[in-house]
């Protein structure tokens, strides 16, 4: 869930399904997913994930409490979003093809923000009112049940779907593939239903696919359009990443908990500790890595890096580059490390920023609230262009693995 209005030179990564035929191997099924710049205005990348936290965290509060109206999931209207992942839904029978965002961090589905919606054969409306407030983008509706298909014949029946009557945020999309935690749904119906079973939930209860699960995998490019990606149901691909793939659980600690939430430690080189033990999320809809802002403080001492006002980023010379070490994220016992070149925005594509052409940014900030608040990290899309993810809602984990673009040079 990614949206903003006025934030960034609606820089689109957009990890759009092909029209390539759904490929299915025993039980996952996977859709080629393609990563795409789209470049026009400016925009400050740090301005636009805090925006988004602070959604996060106010969904949670809200959810935690019990006085949760109208779901507020993120704060960042899709035409200042960095990076977003598009799917091609088909809706109805016969379908109607929505562009639908694909969201770790919500798990409501809903289209009509851009083309509108056609009842068909397949249709029926309930009697539910639907509302979701992503900060300052939001939607309205009405619920209904309808045939769903993703990609080329893969079809899902009876699913819950939300037609916006009234929809802000979302300028050149259709509305929302939400792959997140059942959850999320909790309060989004006038009617006090517990849940909405999301798309990967009725897969599997559907018999589509035998495991509960989501894989996400991506590679870092400097291109402004590239078929890399991967959005895998029910399994893994294990062409797409390296060794074994190692789970942590969700994490216990609130507000990280009501989302995919893991606990981790950072260090930056051989020994010096940026982030003890504390719990933060993994998310496709957050552009950077972003730590809490004592984390934060500790990392610019040990990498010398100032702030840039126009990108919102760290600036480093290219001595300082030179110099910048590894960080260390430790997870339940493995250690993922992000490299020097990893760690820094692609070069060839600063001037989409607003940055200098030669210029080193880093990819690594400021969350904007201490440590100590049950969600103090991210790791982010620039995280998770390294190693491949997998969000296993049967065993309530979360999956990582090293790929071949863990230690590559692209940047």
Same mark, same amino acid.
């Given at each position: 869930?990614?949206?903003?209005?006025?934030?960034?030179?609606?820089?689109?990564?957009?990890?759009?399904?092909?029209?390539?035929?759904?490929?299915?191997?025993?039980?996952?099924?996977?859709?080629?997913?393609?990563?795409?710049?789209?470049?026009?205005?400016?925009?400050?990348?740090?301005?636009?994930?805090?925006?988004?936290?602070?959604?996060?965290?106010?969904?949670?509060?809200?959810?935690?409490s019990?006085?949760?109206?109208?779901?507020?999931?993120?704060?960042?209207?899709?035409?200042?979003?960095?990076?977003?992942?598009?799917?091609?839904?088909?809706?109805?029978?016969?379908?109607?093809?929505?562009?639908?965002?694909?969201?770790?961090?919500?798990?409501?589905?809903?289209?009509?923000?851009?083309?509108?919606?056609?009842?068909?054969?397949?249709?029926?409306q309930?009697?539910?009112?639907?509302?979701v407030?992503?900060?300052?983008?939001?939607?309205?509706?009405?619920?209904?049940?309808?045939?769903?298909?993703?990609? =080329?014949?893969?079809?899902? @029946?009876?699913q819950?779907? /939300? *037609?916006?009557? +009234?929809? %802000? $945020?979302?300028?050149?999309?259709?509305?929302?593939?939400?792959?997140?935690?059942?959850?999320?749904?909790?309060?989004?119906?006038?009617?006090?239903?517990?849940?909405?079973?999301?798309?990967?939930?009725?897969?599997?209860?559907?018999?589509?696919?035998?495991?509960?699960?989501?894989?996400?995998?991506?590679?870092?490019?400097?291109?402004?359009?590239?078929?890399?990606?991967?959005?895998t149901?029910?399994?893994?691909?294990?062409?797409?990443?390296?060794?074994?793939?190692?789970?942590?659980?969700?994490?216990?600690?609130?507000?990280?908990?009501?989302?995919?939430?893991?606990?981790?430690?950072?260090?930056?080189?051989?020994?010096?500790?940026?982030?003890?033990?504390?719990?933060?999320?993994?998310?496709?809809?957050?552009?950077?890595?972003?730590?809490?802002?004592? =984390?934060?403080?500790?990392? @610019?001492?040990?990498?010398? /890096? *100032?702030?840039? +006002?126009? %990108? $919102?980023?760290?600036?480093?010379?290219?001595a300082?580059?030179?110099?910048?070490?590894?960080?260390?994220?430790?997870?339940?016992?493995?250690?993922?490390?992000?490299?020097?070149?990893?760690?820094?925005?692609p070069?060839?594509?600063?001037?989409?920023?607003?940055?200098?052409?030669?210029?080193?940014?880093?990819?690594?900030?400021?969350?904007?609230?201490?440590?100590?608040?049950?969600?103090d990290?991210?790791?982010?899309?620039?995280?998770?262009?390294?190693?491949?993810?997998?969000?296993?809602?049967?065993?309530?984990?979360v999956?990582?693995?090293?790929?071949?673009?863990?230690?590559?040079?692209?940047?």
């Amino acid at each position: 869930m990614t949206y903003s209005s006025a934030l960034l030179l609606t820089l689109a990564f957009t990890l759009a399904v092909s029209a390539n035929p759904v490929v299915i191997r025993d039980s996952p099924i996977t859709l080629p997913i393609t990563k795409r710049l789209n470049a026009n205005g400016t925009f400050n990348l740090l301005e636009r994930d805090q925006a988004r936290v602070k959604g996060l965290k106010q969904f949670a509060r809200q959810k935690i409490s019990g006085t949760l109206v109208d779901a507020v999931v993120a704060s960042v209207p899709v035409t200042n979003q960095a990076v977003d992942y598009v799917a091609n839904v088909g809706v109805g029978t016969p379908p109607t093809t929505f562009s639908l965002l694909v969201d770790t961090g919500s798990s409501n589905t809903w289209v009509g923000a851009g083309k509108a919606f056609r009842s068909t054969s397949s249709t029926s409306q309930t009697s539910d009112r639907v509302s979701v407030t992503y900060g300052s983008g939001s939607f309205s509706g009405n619920e209904f049940i309808d045939t769903v298909t993703l990609g =080329s014949g893969l079809t899902i @029946t009876k699913q819950s779907i /939300g *037609v916006a009557t +009234r929809s %802000t $945020g979302f300028d050149g999309v259709d509305g929302i593939l939400g792959i997140g935690p059942v959850d999320l749904t909790v309060g989004t119906l006038t009617n006090a239903r517990a849940t909405i079973p999301t798309v990967t939930d009725n897969l599997f209860s559907q018999g589509i696919i035998t495991s509960n699960l989501v894989a996400v995998s991506f590679a870092p490019t400097s291109s402004e359009s590239i078929t890399n990606g991967e959005l895998t149901f029910g399994g893994t691909d294990s062409s797409k990443f390296t060794g074994s793939i190692h789970f942590a659980p969700i994490t216990s600690t609130s507000p990280a908990s009501e989302f995919w939430g893991i606990d981790q430690t950072i260090r930056y080189g051989a020994s010096t500790s940026i982030q003890s033990l504390t719990a933060g999320i993994v998310d496709t809809g957050t552009t950077l890595v972003l730590i809490a802002s004592d =984390s934060f403080r500790r990392y @610019t001492t040990a990498t010398g /890096g *100032v702030n840039d +006002r126009t %990108t $919102g980023l760290l600036r480093l010379t290219t001595a300082q580059f030179a110099n910048l070490q590894s960080l260390f994220f430790t997870v339940n016992g493995v250690t993922f490390e992000l490299t020097a070149n990893a760690q820094i925005w692609p070069r060839a594509l600063n001037t989409a920023i607003g940055g200098n052409a030669n210029s080193v940014y880093l990819i690594v900030n400021d969350i904007g609230t201490p440590s100590g608040e049950g969600l103090d990290f991210i790791n982010g899309m620039t995280f998770l262009e390294r190693f491949y993810s997998v969000f296993d809602t049967a065993n309530q984990r979360v999956g990582l693995a090293t790929t071949s673009a863990t230690t590559a040079t692209p940047n």
